[in-house]
């Protein structure tokens, strides 16, 4: 037994099923503590009626439910995005998005405190890594916005679109991926998760491996390699030939569409001759398009493309056959939008 109080969030179904055996607690208790934390969002151990009282007091001892507090959150004008700021048990801050679609309720996770990726036009990157979340400290955001929706609503879709790189931190989120699918828990659809990934090559080749149905996303922003060397700077490490290679082995492997996310940044990214030279890269892969119009940075120089342009650099790409759709700035006003999130939510400025 040791000392330190541990997150329950971090423990898979068959790992809990192991402690409790260790424990000499029947097989289905651990089922049972998982119906209480992801089915009826129990906070406490001690909500848990159905458990004999020295086991909650047990498990209250040993493993804590709440990798986190609220320090801040905020609601959009128009009341369909929501974002927390989460201080965690070591005092780090990372923020988390809730967006409400027609049909989706999803939430936005970060799997990383700060990036060490450096885009140059994302607020994130600005502040470098900080740390890894743990898998638990993942699944736990989600579970915050489950709790606040239940039980008018459930989450439907989550995104691994918030602060930090997913496959500079494969593990936790891989992990963190198979806790809410799992049908005990949140039971989330694969095809329901999207992870993006900046296009860390190792990363996109060893969830092609998964041969899972989670969906991926790639931010690729420029379509030659002199241009997304100054956006994006792992491309460096990472170019796009062998990037592009990667991204076929994983559509052979998977069958799955792959998205590719592009952030227009007027008159850096968006000339037509740049939409056609990312439909040339992109020719005979099962792809889909999302045009961001950049969101504004504080402290950077770059604006987002204006209207006119965004249709015609769209209309290029569709009349290439390139399937893409334009995704417009959500949470803008509480700067909850893509590349925005930077935990400073303690400063007054905010
Ligand atoms: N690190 C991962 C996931 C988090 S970033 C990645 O880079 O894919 C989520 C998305 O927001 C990425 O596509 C990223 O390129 C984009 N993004 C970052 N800053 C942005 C900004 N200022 N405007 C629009 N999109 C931005
Ligand atoms: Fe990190 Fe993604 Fe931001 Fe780049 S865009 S700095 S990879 S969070």
């Given at each position: 037994?040791?000392?330190?109080?541990?997150?329950?969030?971090?423990?898979?179904?068959?790992?809990?099923?192991?402690?409790?055996r260790?424990?000499?607690?029947?097989?289905?208790?651990?089922?049972?503590?998982?119906?209480?934390?992801?089915?009826?969002?129990?906070?406490?151990?001690?909500?848990?009626?159905?458990?004999?009282?020295?086991?909650?007091?047990?498990?209250?001892?040993?493993?804590?439910?709440?990798?986190?507090?609220?320090?801040a959150?905020?609601?959009?004008?128009d009341?369909?995005?929501?974002?927390?700021?989460?201080?965690?048990?070591?005092?780090?801050?990372?923020?988390?998005?809730?967006?409400?679609?027609?049909?989706?309720?999803?939430?936005?996770?970060?799997?990383?405190?700060?990036?060490?990726?450096?885009?140059?036009?994302?607020?994130?990157?600005?502040?470098?890594?900080?740390?890894?979340?743990?898998?638990?400290?993942?699944?736990?955001?989600?579970?915050?916005?489950?709790?606040?929706?239940?039980?008018?609503s459930?989450?439907?879709?989550?995104?691994?679109?918030?602060?930090?790189?997913?496959?500079?931190?494969?593990?936790?989120?891989?992990?963190?991926?198979?806790?809410?699918?799992?049908?005990?828990?949140?039971?989330l659809?694969?095809?329901?998760?999207?992870?993006?990934?900046?296009?860390?090559?190792?990363?996109?080749?060893?969830?092609?491996?998964?041969?899972?149905?989670?969906?991926?996303?790639?931010?690729?922003?420029?379509?030659?390699?002199?241009?997304?060397?100054?956006?994006?700077?792992?491309?460096?490490?990472?170019p796009?030939?062998?990037?592009?290679?990667?991204?076929?082995?994983?559509?052979?492997?998977?069958?799955?569409r792959?998205?590719?996310?592009?952030?227009?940044?007027?008159?850096?990214?968006?000339?037509?001759?740049?939409a056609?030279?990312?439909?040339?890269?992109?020719?005979?892969?099962?792809?889909?398009?999302?045009?961001?119009?950049?969101?504004?940075?504080a402290?950077?120089?770059?604006?987002?493309?204006?209207?006119?342009?965004?249709?015609?650099?769209?209309?290029?790409?569709?009349?290439?056959?390139?399937?893409?759709?334009?995704?417009?700035?959500?949470?803008?006003?509480?700067?909850?939008?893509?590349?925005?999130?930077?935990?400073?939510?303690?400063?007054?400025?905010?």
């Amino acid at each position: 037994m040791s000392g330190s109080v541990e997150l329950l969030l971090d423990l898979t179904l068959p790992e809990l099923e192991a402690r409790l055996r260790e424990w000499q607690q029947p097989a289905y208790r651990a089922r049972q503590v998982w119906d209480w934390v992801y089915k009826q969002g129990a906070t406490q151990f001690a909500q848990m009626t159905n458990l004999p009282v020295a086991l909650r007091e047990r498990l209250a001892a040993e493993f804590t439910l709440t990798p986190f507090e609220p320090v801040a959150e905020h609601l959009s004008t128009d009341g369909q995005t929501r974002k927390l700021a989460l201080r965690l048990a070591d005092g780090e801050i990372i923020e988390s998005v809730w967006m409400r679609y027609e049909t989706r309720e999803s939430v936005c996770v970060s799997t990383q405190a700060g990036c060490a990726m450096g885009c140059a036009f994302c607020a994130t990157g600005q502040g470098g890594l900080r740390r890894n979340l743990t898998a638990g400290e993942i699944v736990g955001q989600v579970l915050a916005f489950a709790r606040l929706l239940a039980p008018q609503s459930r989450v439907t879709n989550v995104v691994f679109m918030g602060m930090g790189e997913p496959f500079a931190n494969y593990d936790a989120v891989w992990k963190a991926v198979s806790i809410l699918m799992h049908p005990a828990g949140l039971g989330l659809g694969a095809r329901h998760i999207v992870i993006s990934t900046v296009g860390l090559i190792p990363g996109i080749r060893r969830f092609a491996q998964e041969r899972s149905q989670v969906r991926l996303a790639v931010s690729l922003h420029a379509p030659d390699d002199a241009l997304r060397d100054q956006l994006v700077p792992i491309n460096r490490a990472h170019p796009i030939g062998p990037l592009m290679d990667a991204i076929r082995y994983y559509v052979n492997l998977t069958g799955r569409r792959v998205t590719f996310e592009y952030a227009l940044i007027a008159g850096v990214n968006d000339s037509p001759e740049q939409a056609q030279a990312l439909a040339a890269l992109l020719r005979g892969l099962p792809v889909h398009v999302n045009l961001i119009p950049l969101n504004p940075v504080a402290g950077s120089p770059w604006r987002p493309s204006p209207r006119d342009r965004v249709r015609q650099f769209q209309a290029t790409l569709e009349e290439r056959g390139i399937p893409c759709t334009v995704r417009l700035g959500r949470g803008t006003d509480i700067q909850a939008a893509c590349g925005q999130l930077r935990a400073r939510t303690l400063q007054p400025d905010v």
